[in-house]
Every structure is written in C-alpha cells, then in structure tokens.
C-alpha cells in the first residue's frame, strides 16, 4: 500500500514539475497557471484604467473618531459606527467574558451542535428590542438578505425591489429564481404598476405565487428615508409582503430606538424586518426580526443559516450588550449627541460652499460624479489626514461617484470643524478663521 501512495505521489510531483524534454518549459498546470495569471492581471488593468480598482487599508488601531489607517493618524468620517458603542468598554468586557465561557468559536452550525445560549439569548434580546415574536442572527448582513430572500421565495414568485437596495438584497433576487422587478428609487407610483403587473399573472393555484417588495428604510449610499406609509399601504393593498432593512436606521430612528418603522409607526404592519449589528449597534452579524412561524421556516430554509458555523460567541455577546445599551438612558444620551453632530456638519459643510442633498441621516454624500475625481479628492483628504472613502461604481451607478461621509456619536465639536477647514481648503484653497 505505501509503494503505491508513493508513486502516486511522484506521478503528480512530475506533473507539476516536470520540464518539457529539449524546451525548458514547465508542462502541466504551469501553462495553465501563467493563463490564469494572464487574465487576472489583464482584468486587474482594466480596472485602473476605468479608475474602479480598490485597495485594502490596514487599520492599527479600535474604531473611533480617528483611526491609524497606513500607519498615519487620521480624522475618520468613514465609519458606520453611528453611536460610538464598536470600542465601547460595554461591548469589549462583553465580548470578553464571553470569549473566556464560551471560547473562540461555536464549533458548529446552529442546527448540529453550534446553537449556544449566547445565540439564543441574542435573539431574545432583539425580539424584545424589535417588539416582535421571535428573531434570528446570521453570521453577517448580506448572508441575512441571501438566506431569508431565499427561503421565502422561488421560480413562480414575484420579488420587487427598490432600484437603491443593496446588492445583498439584489443577488438574493437574482439567485431565488422569482421574477425579479426594479422599481424607481422612493417611487410609489412605479412600484404600484409593478405590483400591478404582479397581481395580474395567471397563478395555476391561489398560493402559487407570493409577492415580496424589498427596501431599505434609510439608504446607505444616499441617506434619505424610504416613503414607508405609502409603500405599506400598496403593498397591503396588493397582497405582497415587505421586507425592510433597517440596517442603517436601528438605534437611531423611534421612541424606543427600534428604527424608522418604529418612528413612523408602521412596524406592526411589515413581515420581515431585517437589519444588521454592526452598524449603530458596534458588534457584527445580521437579523431577522418576525413572527415565530416565520422565524421557524427560515431555521429550516435559510440555506445561509443553515450551511454556516454559528457567529463566535463574543460577537454575539457584544451585540446583546449593545441591544441593552441602546435601550438604556445612556443609550438615548448617544443617540441625542449623534443627531447634534449630525446637525452641526451639514452646517459647517454647506458654509463650505459644498452642496448637500436634502438627508436626514449620518449618511451625507458629497456628490462628485467623475470615479477619478472622487478618488483624487479622497487621496487629497488623506493627505490633509482626513479619511472619507471614495465611493465608485459597481457601489453606486456610473458617474455618480461621491464621497461617503458618515458621522457619529463620537465626534468632538473640533473634529467638525476640522473637517470644514479641510472641506473649506479643498473648495476654496483657503481655510476658514
């Protein structure tokens, strides 16, 4: 047996690297390897020519209004941290105890021996914060949209979505085999003739065909609000379901902090409420929030939850710790500072001379169109240690480029006005008193 193992062993060794007799020439997968090679370095060109090509940079420090990004202290206006809690002392010990219980990973998926109480009391936790039945956590937000887009629909539905949604939402449509229909961005009109079309499909039996529309109640590239009132009210009136992420609006919008359905009202009308806890909420995964018979299918459908190890133990703990910070007096406190300096910026930008869509969000873009201006005024920045990443096609649609400007919690009153001396300089090549 071990004569054997070994000459076929040698036998994939000389395949590997055998040279050609006479030529020098590796044979075997080295050709095919310098081809493979070839055409990511041509792909890799084409990127830098259409001014697309990214790059990752290393971060050498914790969350926070400045970062080390490249080994250089910058004022950091990129994050998605709205309320400051990623370096928070709260979700750190949480995080920490929990790693010593629970250890580094969950060993397993939730459904063979991964489903640890630290999952179960997460999703307790949101049910009680979302004011639902029931909830369930992914391991991120995009496998949140896939998995439960997935589970709900199949070749005879319909899903609807805003142009706008993200590209999670946009490849679970794509991959559920559903009819796929784009509506105009916040356009009620167009998604009712879409709903339309949808209604008026022949269905060989009464539940043949469900019907989903997809949205996002703040939009993470524009910040502006979704028109909720009047596309739950099509939506009902259609018979579809809605899923809403409320990514970037949980632990900012409503009374209680649940997000913009809970502000407007409306969330006791939507059947999927979906959103992530690495934004405001500091830790990292996604959720769905619903009905415990909706919850119950997508345990058994969600391909993504199903087929994936459990999130690690202090991620989720952070996160349930974050969920009882949001609530809690100091949550508010936050959440009434980030507003303040939300407020405060578009100020100082639009007295920089730069214009500002109408948001109502920490999400501000600064529109630029061209991708290789937006890049030389994000470089410019950094040069000036100012880190707002530029945003380019596929994120946004060609020649809507812009730079994504977010603001927290935990900006100082001088990190503001910092940014509009840079702003001012950029603008005007002077910089304010």
């Known amino acids: 047996m071990a004569k054997v193992w070994g000459v076929v ?7 590997y690297a055998t040279p050609d007799a006479g030529s020098g020439r590796m044979s075997g997968n080295y050709d095919v390897m310098s081809e493979f090679e070839n055409e990511m370095a041509s792909r890799l060109a084409q990127l830098r020519r259409e001014k697309l090509h990214r790059e990752l940079r290393r971060v050498r420090s914790p969350q926070g209004p400045r970062v080390i990004a490249d080994s250089r202290s910058v004022l950091n206006f990129s994050s998605n941290d709205y ?8 979700l750190r010990d949480a995080a920490a105890q929990a790693a010593a219980e629970w250890g580094a990973g969950s060993g397993a998926s939730r459904l063979i021996c991964g489903s640890l109480s630290i999952h179960h009391e997460l999703e307790e936790a949101l049910a009680g914060f979302k004011g639902t039945e029931a909830a369930l956590t992914f391991s991120t937000g995009y496998a949140t949209a896939l998995g439960t887009i997935g589970a709900l629909l199949g070749k005879d539905d319909v899903v609807i979505i805003d142009k706008l949604v993200h590209a999670s939402a946009v490849d679970a449509a794509r991959l559920c085999g559903a ?28 539940h043949a065909s469900r019907i989903v529309v997809v949205t996002e109640s703040i939009f993470s590239m524009d910040g ?20 809403l992420d409320e990514a970037h609006a949980t632990g900012l919008f409503g009374e209680k902090r649940r997000g913009l359905a809970e502000a407007c009202e409306l969330a006791h009308r939507i059947e999927i409420q979906m ?16 009905s415990c018979s909706l919850i119950d ?67 501000i873009p600064l529109m630029v169109g061209e991708e290789s201006k937006a890049i030389q005024l994000a470089t410019a920045f950094r040069e000036q240690d100012l880190f707002i990443p530029a945003i380019r096609y596929p994120t946004v649609a060609r020649g809507a480029a812009r730079l994504r400007l ?15 001396n840079i702003l001012h300089v950029t603008q005007h090549g002077t910089r304010n008193a």
């Open 9 to 15: 062993l040698w036998s994939v060794h000389d395949f």
């Open 83 to 90: 309320l400051g809690l990623a370096n928070h002392p709260a």
């Open 179 to 206: 009819k796929l229909r784009v509506f105009a961005h916040n356009d009620p009109n167009d998604l009712e003739k879409k709903l339309k079309w949808a209604t008026s499909r022949s269905r060989p039996t009464p």
């Open 224 to 243: 502006d609000l979704a028109p909720l009132r009047e596309i739950i009210e099509l939506k009902d009136k259609y018979g579809a379901w809605l899923m």
């Open 275 to 290: 959103g992530t806890l690495g934004k405001a909420l500091g830790a990292a995964g996604g959720y769905v929030c619903g």
């Open 297 to 363: 299918l997508l345990v058994n459908r969600a391909r993504s939850f199903i087929f994936s190890t459990a999130p690690v133990p202090a991620a989720s703990a952070a996160a349930k710790a974050a969920i009882h910070l949001v609530q809690s007096g100091e949550g508010e406190i936050l959440r009434a500072r980030l507003w303040q300096n939300v407020d405060h910026a578009k100020n100082t930008i639009i007295n920089t001379g730069w214009p500002l869509p109408p948001v109502r969000s920490p999400i």
């Open 406 to 420: 977010t603001v927290t919690a935990a900006h100082s009153p001088d990190d503001i006005a910092t940014l509009g």
